[in-house]
């Protein structure tokens, strides 16, 4: 008896590919899993062929190996399951998960852009300031200035890319997953235009 499968079963298996992804994706509700799970379960079956008796039963036979194949997906999936519940429970215990009140939110960005202010063009750090710390409305701050509104935007634009700039060569990675959290602090004397 020979290692490689028989041209039979591999034509049978390729045959009736459409009907066993049709009966995972029923049962798993995701295509990209089910393929997943076919592929691994027609490269058992090949690997097995030599030892599968009666040919005649092919298909019979490769749907018992889709059914275990369900099984150790489903055994494994609340495995992760119940491994994430847990994390949530200790995240949810500790109070990691909690957001913070609006106050503390808003006291965190105000320091965070403090701090960078500085180093960032005198006009675009002062347009900042009015506009996103004292929430002052960009019509009124554009009349102060003498711009127009329109002007105020692009403006306004321009002082959030150089602030957005500062804030990374400060803080790298940091600055795109928790600035909330940052204790990075501006170099002296830096400056980004």
Request: charged share 30%.
């Amino acid at each position: 008896m020979s290692d490689k499968p028989s041209k039979d079963v591999v034509r049978t298996l390729v045959e009736n590919r459409e009907r066993f992804s049709r009966f995972l994706r029923v049962r798993l509700g995701s295509q990209a899993v089910a393929e997943e799970i076919l592929q691994q379960s027609l490269l058992k079956a090949i690997e097995a062929e030599p030892d599968l008796r009666d040919k005649e039963r092919l298909v019979p036979w490769f749907y018992r190996i889709l059914r275990n194949a369900l099984i150790d997906y489903y055994r494994s999936h609340a495995k992760d399951v119940k491994r994430d519940k847990v994390l949530l429970e200790e995240l949810e215990t500790t109070g990691i998960t909690k957001t913070p009140a609006a106050d503390e939110l808003k006291s965190a960005i105000c320091e965070c852009m403090g701090g960078l202010l500085p180093t960032i063009n005198p006009g675009y750090a002062e347009l900042l300031r009015k506009v996103d710390l004292e929430e002052r409305a960009p019509e009124e701050v554009a009349q102060e200035l003498g711009i127009t509104t329109n002007n105020l935007w692009v403006k306004l634009h321009r002082a959030r890319q150089a602030l957005r700039k500062s804030l990374v060569q400060s803080c790298g990675a940091c600055s795109k997953h928790a600035c909330l959290d940052c204790t990075c602090r501006p170099p002296a004397g830096s400056t980004v235009r």
